[in-house]
């Protein structure tokens, strides 16, 4: 492999491709949620990319910074793109104090390139700058990180998109193209690095590394065809649901599907290690919630190990640990959502730990964290314009709304099939009465 014959000038140097216009090549350029696109130069007819392996300073939303392991500065990377044909060249330094590689995850590429330390390449030692060269030949969604110390490296956030646009050009022309990945974080209260030793109990669940509401929302002008593509390097399967637009999968990382094979959904799981396309066409303007439908994915610094209060009276108690920490406030007796009450009187948390629930809408609080964020529909926006353009206005009588303060409002029908009656209520415990018979069951083990 030739080496090139200059340096690759610094990013500050390179002009980034055009945010809000169709790319030279023809394709529209994906906006990464709360990312960027890796600019690019041209050698000899090459595409030159630059990355560097480094430890980043991340926060996840504010309030909550870590140090974290990305490239080129951010945690996911920057998004490569190019198109089905072109060649590459993709360098890549290594800035961090161990051996990494950098695998490009479902690319078809000679073997020598595929990235994975020890089999088929050396490591990338520490101050070392490797090169990767191959010619694109299939276009779709795909990811890029690294396949040394992977446990390490990618639980601290080492990973970012690699989109290759179609030669021929869409078969259905794409209007706005969104981009993001899947991650999880542990990140315990008032520690400063990620664990990377956690298999499940994870605390941040991320979109590109950010938790609702520092999540950039999406923005989609009516009759207009969106793309959201997803990847996932997390630990877990995503349920990812968007609201009140069903979508069409229509790809993965094998591209653009043919159009036989597209499935129309609401919910579509994303596994570990894959990519999918949803496209589109909102037809109703509003702010549309798209979210992971994992409950607990939704929630920020979540604890795993802590005793269950629901229908609990915890008053006594509240006034004894009042006595050694006087900011103290019992909850969960109703539920969770006196904890976003909780955030608006300004009750603080632990240091670098964000509250479960912290959004805020113009109704009150959005009970929502980790991975959400908002589509937001609107008539009139032009062609390429991101801004974000408020919360949506609804027309009058068309909002839910209150019609009662009494709790026993109207005559709905109930059903109880387990309520005590009076008879058997008034009559004496017995074994038979503690434990229902089951068949098989001897209820002389239970002192019966």
Not at 141 to 159: C, I, L
Not at 392 to 406: E, G, I, M, T
Request: proline content about 9%; hydrophobic content about 35%; aromatic content about 8%.
């Amino acid at each position: 492999m030739r080496e090139s014959t200059q340096p690759i000038p610094p990013p500050a140097e390179l002009a980034p491709p055009a945010a809000l216009q169709r790319d030279a090549q023809g394709y529209v350029p994906v906006r990464t949620l709360n990312g960027w696109t890796l600019p690019h130069r041209v050698q000899g007819g090459v595409k030159e990319f630059h990355l560097v392996a480094e430890e980043v300073e991340h926060e996840f939303a504010p309030g909550c910074r870590a140090k974290c392991w990305g490239y080129n500065g951010t945690t996911p990377g920057p998004t490569i793109e190019a198109v089905e044909g072109d060649r590459v060249r993709i360098f890549v330094t290594n800035a961090l104090g161990e051996p990494t590689t950098v695998h490009w995850h479902g690319i078809d590429l000679p073997n020598g390139y595929d990235g994975v330390g020890g089999l088929n390449q050396p490591h990338i030692a520490p101050g070392e700058t490797f090169v990767y060269e191959f010619t694109l030949k299939q276009h779709g969604t795909h990811m890029y990180h690294p396949h040394a110390d992977e446990m390490t490296q990618m639980a601290f956030g080492m990973m970012g998109l690699f989109i290759i646009h179609p030669e021929a050009g869409e078969a259905l022309r794409i209007d706005r193209d969104y981009a993001f990945l899947l991650h999880n974080w542990a990140l315990r209260p008032g520690t400063f690095r990620p664990d990377p030793s956690v298999m499940q109990n994870f605390d941040l669940w991320t979109f590109n590394s950010k938790v609702f509401p520092a999540t950039e929302h999406l923005v989609a002008g009516m009759g207009e065809r969106i793309r959201i593509r997803i990847g996932n390097l997390s630990m877990w399967n995503h349920p990812i649901h968007l609201h009140s637009n069903p979508f069409w999968v229509t790809g993965s990382d094998g591209g653009r599907w043919p159009k036989e094979q597209w499935r129309r959904e609401v919910t579509e799981i994303v596994g570990v290690g894959q990519m999918r396309d949803l496209e589109f066409v909102p037809t109703e303007p509003g702010d549309w919630a798209l979210h992971c439908h994992m409950s607990h994915h939704t929630m920020n610094a979540m604890g795993h190990e802590v005793p269950n209060v629901a229908g609990v009276d915890q008053t006594g108690v509240e006034a004894e640990v009042r006595k050694m920490l006087p900011g103290y406030m019992a909850m969960g007796k109703s539920g969770m959502s006196e904890h976003a009450g909780h955030i608006e009187m300004g009750l603080q948390g632990p240091d670098n730990t964000l509250p479960m629930m912290m959004g805020a809408g113009p109704y009150g609080a959005i009970e929502m964290g980790g991975m959400f964020t908002v589509l937001k529909v609107r008539e009139g926006i032009a062609a390429g314009d991101y801004r974000d353009p408020g919360w949506y206005r609804h027309p009058k009588n068309a909002v839910a709304r209150r019609v009662s303060l009494d709790p026993k409002f109207g005559d709905p029908p109930r059903r109880n099939p387990y309520r005590a009656t009076a008879a058997n209520a008034a009559a004496p415990a017995t074994p038979d009465t503690l434990m229902p018979s089951m068949p098989g069951m001897d209820h002389s083990q239970h002192g019966g």
